[in-house]
């Protein structure tokens, strides 16, 4: 019997006094009768508006069939189709601004919750015991793949399950990319990312770890001297920016990208960290995305007893999530909105001790559609901190560039290619994800990957 509730069905979550002081997962995840309840929500419309919003296509109505079915696993199977990280989209991908957004349930109601369904079936696939996987025919063609990120991990899963033998160069020691080094544990628990990594080895993918690409071996290298076919670049946009301000060189300031990796991939919240993080009694984190979100809940997580978003624009413009922006209201995070700093403070030892900051109003869109913020007169005043945290984006870093001959790219750093294939202005080498675009969502990333496999098949099917 069809589900005609105008709500969905409300993600388990633990209470916010007690997240915010603990690593652990804030969401728990659908029970199975919760995700059956949910799928009955589906109207399996004839011209499925969902699927043209998720960028890597998967069949939704049909993998929502078979969890009202009760089938999980026939579910698993339609999603594991198009995607390589069920779990990692499930629980990260903007669900809101993509597939449920096209959901016909959500013009007089809420949407389907199909990312929370997907989570569901990916987490209940892999609670179960696991048969060895049979590895596709080998076709004799390889492929190498740079950065094991969303796009490297979803170029290698399509091609690995076409039987190329496909190698994935890690610059870190720990593969994921920005999946491990960049989302807290409390989004994304790592476990659920090396089990994800780890059914892509399954399938054949080999991952070399502590490769860095134009410094260890060279594109170049690869073609050449090394037997590979066709390369992807997926090497992520891990460059970060700075505004430039008096002050940035203070001790206790962080690129967003630094604090998160110290903490997510160095561990540095536990008290045996080798690679601490400086604990802070108030931080300012500037940005208004995913990212700020993501710093600011680490820092409150550490103890800081102050933890302020200083955005520029009002809350309508934030970039976040909606739902990671409620998270970080629960979690007692304060929003310095329409606020823009001018200077970074420091005491006599070089120490943040504030940041001054300047009162902004909205005048007229600029070209990202967004309205512009404009000072606003003798507004200045200051935030007493004593750690500030900049997440106002990241550029590609410009080593592959330099070390590759004749491949172009943006002023800006970013790899340009052909938008329906992902190749680059070099025959064999394709490139997709934050390298091309800066730094974007998971699922796009992992669309790019998926349509430059594609091509690289096609490629090296027609060579």
């Known amino acids: 019997m069809a589900n005609m509730s105008k709500e969905k069905n409300k993600m388990p ?75 990692v989209c499930g629980r990260v991908c903007p669900q809101e601004s993509q597939c449920e957004h096209n959901c016909v349930r959500g ?14 079936v990916a987490d209940y696939h892999n609670s179960l015991p696991k048969s060895i996987a049979e590895k596709p025919a080998k076709n004799g063609h390889k492929v190498a793949i740079v950065g094991s990120g969303p796009s490297g991990l979803a170029c290698a899963g399509y091609l690995a399950k076409k039987g190329y033998d496909v190698t ?26 090396k089990k994800e990594i780890d059914a892509l080895k399954e399938l054949g993918v080999e ?19 090394m037997g590979y076919e066709a390369v992807f670049i997926g ?45 802070a009694k108030s931080v300012a984190v500037v940005g208004g995305g995913n990212v700020a979100m993501d710093a600011a809940r680490c820092a409150k997580r550490l103890g800081a007893e102050n933890v302020y978003i200083v955005y520029r624009r009002s809350e309508a413009e934030l970039p976040a999530r909606v739902e990671e922006v409620e998270h970080a ?7 310095k909105l329409l606020t823009n700093p001018i200077e970074i403070l420091g005491d006599e030892n070089g120490f943040v001790k504030g940041i001054k900051c300047v009162e902004m109003v909205l005048g007229e869109p600029d070209e990202s559609g967004r309205r512009r913020p404009v000072t606003k007169e003798n507004s200045e005043f200051v935030i007493d901190v004593d750690s500030v945290i900049m997440s106002i984006g990241t550029s590609p870093n410009p080593l592959i560039k330099s070390t590759t001959n004749g491949l172009e790219t943006q002023k800006w750093g970013g790899i340009i290619v052909d938008e329906s294939t992902g190749l680059t202005s070099r025959e064999g080498v394709y490139a997709g994800g934050d390298a091309v675009t ?24 027609n060579k």
């Open 329 to 335: 209201k629960e979690e007692g995070i304060e929003f």
């Open 438 to 461: 800066g730094a974007a969502t998971v699922i796009l990333a992992m669309g790019a990957g998926k349509n430059a496999g594609k091509a690289i098949d096609e490629y090296l099917t």
């Open 107 to 120: 013009i007089k109601g809420e949407p389907v919750a199909i990312g929370r369904l997907e989570r569901f």
């Open 13 to 87: 979550s633990q209470a916010p006094e007690v997240r915010n002081k603990n690593f652990l997962e804030v969401a728990l995840g659908y029970t199975p009768e919760q995700a059956i309840d949910e799928a009955k929500r589906c109207l399996n419309c004839k011209n499925k508006p969902c699927v043209s919003g998720c960028p890597v296509s998967i069949r939704i109505p049909d993998f929502i069939a078979a969890i009202a079915d009760g089938d999980f696993e026939k579910a698993y199977d339609i999603i594991t189709e198009a995607s390589s990280l069920p779990a």
């Open 207 to 225: 991952i070399q770890t502590n490769v860095v690409i134009g410094k260890t071996i060279s594109v170049d290298e690869l073609l050449s001297d």
């Open 168 to 193: 994935i160069f890690e610059a870190l020691h720990i593969p994921g990319g920005v999946l491990v080094y960049g989302i807290p544990e409390f989004r994304l628990p790592k476990d659920i990312v």
């Open 235 to 279: 090497s992520g946009a891990g460059l970060p920016k700075f505004m430039n301000i008096p002050g940035e060189n203070l001790k206790g300031v962080y690129s967003a990208n630094e604090f998160l990796t110290r903490i997510n991939l160095m561990k540095a919240y536990k008290e045996v960290s080798a690679t601490p993080v400086y604990k």
